[in-house]
């Protein structure tokens, strides 16, 4: 039976739950960019070159134009820090033992921009526009996810 509510206020719920399991599958540009990242330490992007701009992770196709992409174009793993936030509570709104900062990462060579943990974020403020690293797991710890990132950290202008 459809039953098609006009008013909101028409709304009726009922507690409980349902057994619903889900698989993501990162498709064949993901697994390139897992793959890469897990095998080799690098961050594997894709260029469109009637659009001029690199996405990160890698694409099959550009989402402006359509055309058909290759998961070819190393990126990173330097970047520059885009935007920040920091985290004191829980998805529950429980509050963290340690606040979490997540900042977006336009890596170099990349127009789009990652979402990950800013690492060592240590005392001073962070800016936008700061220059930023990827941290990796070690070579052999790396599964072929994200997590094969620890994050990204400042990076010290006085150690180059
Ligand atoms: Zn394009």
Avoid at 42 to 60: D, K, N, Q
Avoid at 124 to 133: A, D, H, N, Y
Wanted: glycine share 12%.
């Amino acid at each position: 039976m459809l039953e098609k509510i006009t008013d909101p206020r028409e709304v009726r719920r009922w507690e409980g739950g349902f057994p619903v399991g889900h698989r993501y599958t990162p498709g064949v540009a993901g697994a390139a960019f897992f793959a890469a990242l897990r095998d080799r330490g690098v961050f594997l992007g894709s260029r469109c070159e009637a659009c001029s701009y690199t996405y990160v992770p890698a694409r099959l196709f550009c989402e402006r134009c359509f055309a058909e992409l290759a998961a070819d174009t190393e990126v990173g793993p330097g970047g520059m820090l885009r935007s920040f936030t920091i985290g004191f509570t829980d998805l529950e709104g429980d509050e963290l033992d340690e606040p979490v900062t997540v900042g977006l990462v336009q890596l170099e060579g990349a127009d789009a921009v990652l979402l990950h943990r800013l690492v060592d974020t240590g005392d001073e403020p962070l800016e936008i526009g700061e220059r930023v690293e990827a941290v990796l797991r070690p070579e052999g710890e790396r599964t072929g996810s994200i997590h094969d990132v620890a994050g990204f950290r400042v990076m010290n202008d006085d150690a180059s």
